[in-house]
C-alpha cells in the first residue's frame, strides 16, 4: 500500500544524470542567468520568468502553489556539467481523481537537445505512476510550440485535442492549447521501456 502524497516532505529525484530536488526561496537567485541572458525561452509561457523581477515572482507563485497543496516545484541540476539546467514541476495535483499536470519545463539553451530532458520525464513520470500511485499525467502547450509538442510526443504522450484559444496570453492575444497524456497502463505497458532506450542511446 503507497503512502499518500505529502506536499510537505522533500523528494529528490534522481539518476546519474540530473538532481531534481524541491524549490526553494533563493532559487531565483541561481535561474536570474537564465532571466537575464536568455528571455526569450519563455516565449510560449503563460507565466514568463524573463528578466530578474519576473523570475523572483515565478518562485514566489511556485512555493505559494505548493503551500496550498495544488503544485509541486522542482528545479533541474545537470550532474554532468555541474550546473542548475532549469525548473519543471507537477500541478492540477488531483489525488482524488489520481491524475496531475506535468509542465512548466524550461532548460536553459545549452541543455536543450543534450538528453537532459528525457531523464528528468523519466523520473518524473516514474514516480508519478509509481510512487504517487497517478492513473493519468497531463501534458498541455501552445499549439504552435512546434518544439516542445514534438518532445512531449517523443517520450510517449497521446495527442486528444485542442482547446481553442481557452487562454489569455501575455502580449493580450489568444492561445490554443493542445493537451496530450500518459496513462499508468501504458507507462508500464510500452512508454517506459521505450523512454529508457532512448536515454541509453544518448549515454552512448
Known amino acids: 500500500m503507497l503512502e499518500p502524497f505529502d ?16 524549490v526553494k526561496p533563493d532559487d531565483a537567485v541561481i535561474l536570474h542567468e537564465f532571466a537575464i541572458k536568455e528571455p526569450d525561452i519563455w ?11 519576473n523570475m523572483n515572482q515565478y518562485i514566489i507563485t511556485a512555493l505559494a502553489a505548493r503551500s496550498e497543496l495544488k503544485e509541486y516545484p522542482f528545479i533541474v541540476f545537470d550532474k554532468r556539467s555541474k550546473e542548475y539546467a532549469g525548473s519543471t514541476r507537477f500541478y492540477d495535483i488531483q489525488l482524488n481523481n489520481q491524475t496531475l499536470q506535468l509542465g512548466y519545463t524550461w532548460y536553459g539553451k545549452k541543455f536543450q537537445g543534450t538528453g537532459l530532458n528525457l ?8 514516480f508519478a505512476f509509481e510512487q504517487m500511485n497517478m492513473l493519468r499525467v497531463e501534458f498541455r502547450a501552445d ?48 512508454v517506459k521501456q521505450n523512454l529508457a532506450e532512448q536515454i541509453k542511446k544518448y549515454n552512448h
Not at 531523464?119 to 516514474?126: D, E, G, N, R, S
Open 119 to 126: 531523464h528528468c520525464k523519466y523520473l518524473m513520470l516514474q
Open 143 to 190: 499549439a504552435n510550440n512546434a518544439q516542445s509538442i514534438a518532445a512531449m510526443k517523443k517520450i510517449g504522450c497521446k495527442e486528444e485535442g485542442i482547446l481553442r484559444s481557452n487562454l489569455k496570453k501575455v502580449d493580450g492575444g489568444r492561445r490554443s492549447s493542445i493537451i496530450l497524456s500518459i496513462l499508468k497502463d501504458e507507462w508500464f505497458g510500452v
Open 7 to 22: 506536499f510537505k516532505k522533500d523528494f529528490l529525484l534522481e539518476d546519474d544524470c540530473v538532481l531534481l530536488r524541491p
Open 43 to 53: 516565449k510560449y509561457s503563460l507565466i514568463p520568468a524573463n528578466g530578474v523581477d
